[in-house]
């Protein structure tokens, strides 16, 4: 029976060793990763990836990102072809994850691709979610750590809020430092899915964008990363009954960065926004961010929290 609020441990050999027990058990554990914390389970057991969408409500719709240790775990999940090999080469251990065509005889589940012929891949530069790939010996499918649709938790703190009641532990190494969602890429299409930490600028060539009203991978929801109070975009100023989050010269009862800076303003998105939630006007004011480099992630983040839920 599932604690009503999760144990929290602090990283080290030895909540490793727990964490990896509970996964090889078929359990979700709440982990870090340098983007947010994730809610991992061992990605070739059906049951146990099954576990990660009870704990989440998510859709069975929306497939799952599998996280790998190595090169030698991703060959035997999905087929690189020489684009793949480049972008892993460059970017990889890191906040890029690549849609790929499965692997023949590849071991994830099938609820992991929900269905699709592709595979979302990715190899992360984080010593808590790196350790607990190794030391349980299995990929891990891992979501963000919280009730889907909700906002992403950077913070232990938030898993344990989020979801409380539905999984056992979460392993606590820290906020995280990137703060928003890997960059999904397809490099069979050279197309940009989701935007992230690793920019446009920096993937030359790859347009943006999927295909109309197709899930094809995770984060592509029109209302996503919401908070449970209506959000206002492009907010000069707060207006009566509105927590404003700042950014740059527009100052408010929050900044995402003072002095416009957009890793910062990143690393500090999802912790304001839960900041916004928890204080108490009934809705949310958010300040323009520019759109180039990290401020296309941040504004899609923010356009998800931000898009009318019926």
């Known amino acids: 029976m599932t604690p009503a609020n999760p144990r929290i441990l602090p990283y080290g050999e030895a909540a490793l060793g727990e964490a990896a027990a509970l996964i090889r058990a078929g359990q979700c554990v709440a982990v870090p990763t340098e983007t947010v914390y994730g809610l991992a389970a061992d990605a070739t057991d059906s049951a146990a990836v099954a576990g990660i969408y009870a704990a989440k409500g998510r859709p069975s719709f929306n497939p799952l990102i599998v996280h790998v240790a190595d090169m030698a775990m991703a060959e035997t999940i999905a087929r690189f072809d020489d684009e793949a090999r480049a972008l892993a080469a460059r970017f990889w251990p890191g906040p890029l994850t690549m849609v790929l065509p499965l692997a023949e005889g590849s071991p994830v589940a099938s609820l992991v691709t929900a269905g699709l012929p592709t595979v979302a891949l990715r190899m992360p530069d984080h010593r808590a979610m790196q350790g607990l790939i190794r030391t ?154 520019p759109l180039h480099g990290l401020g296309i992630a941040i504004q899609d983040r923010l356009a998800r929290a931000a898009f009318p839920r019926g």
């Open 136 to 289: 349980s010996g299995r990929p891990l499918a891992a979501p963000s750590a919280n009730a889907s649709g909700g906002i992403s938790p950077t913070r232990a703190a938030h898993v344990a809020a989020s979801l409380a009641g539905r999984i056992p532990l979460v392993l606590d190494d820290g906020a995280t430092t990137a703060g928003i969602e890997s960059t999904i890429v397809e490099p069979a299409v050279r197309r940009i899915l989701r935007p992230g930490p690793i920019t446009a600028e920096q993937l030359p060539g790859y347009g943006s964008g999927a295909t109309p009203g197709a899930i094809t991978a995770p984060g592509q929801l029109a209302s996503h990363y919401a908070p449970s109070k209506p959000v206002r975009l492009q907010a000069t100023e707060a207006a009566a009954g509105e927590w404003m989050i700042g950014f740059g010269a527009i100052e408010g009862d929050d900044t995402l960065s003072a002095t416009g800076d957009l890793q910062e303003a990143a690393a500090r998105l999802f912790d304001a926004l839960h900041r916004a939630d928890a204080a108490g006007p009934p809705r949310i004011a958010v300040a323009p961010v």
